[in-house]
Nanobody, 121 residues
């Protein structure tokens, strides 16, 4: 399973960005989809997570982004998104998409390359 993240960029505080993570490959099923971020000098942290349709598409968010970020999925495109609104300076980080997916009865962890989000004042 390959993940391609996109959508990062430079935005002013209070602005919005939408990150995308497109999954490709054969015979896989995404069970858990998530976005992480890592700011300079800090550990990677979980930002948002969503379970698959057969698990009710449950979502959860880091407290720091609740009410501002929304994780969603387009099944037809095998793509999931992170809509980021009311961005703050402290949201500046490299954002990574992550998937737990089954492929040939194996549950694996897959990471996309990072996409830089920079929020300016």
């Amino acid at each position: 399973v390959q993940l391609q993240a996109s959508g990062g960029g430079l935005v002013e505080a209070g602005g919005s960005l939408r990150l995308s993570c497109e999954a490709s490959g054969s015979d896989f099923s995404m069970k858990v989809m998530a976005w992480y971020r890592q700011a300079p000098g800090k550990e990677r942290e979980l930002v948002a997570i969503m379970l698959s349709d057969d698990q009710g598409r449950a979502t959860n968010y880091a407290d720091s982004v609740k009410g501002r970020f929304i994780i969603s999925r387009d099944n037809a495109k095998e793509t999931f998104y992170l809509q980021m609104n009311s961005l703050k300076l402290e949201d500046t980080a490299v954002y990574y998409c992550h998937v737990k997916a089954t492929k040939n009865l194996y549950l694996g962890d897959y990471w996309g390359q990072g996409t830089q989000v920079t929020v300016s004042s």
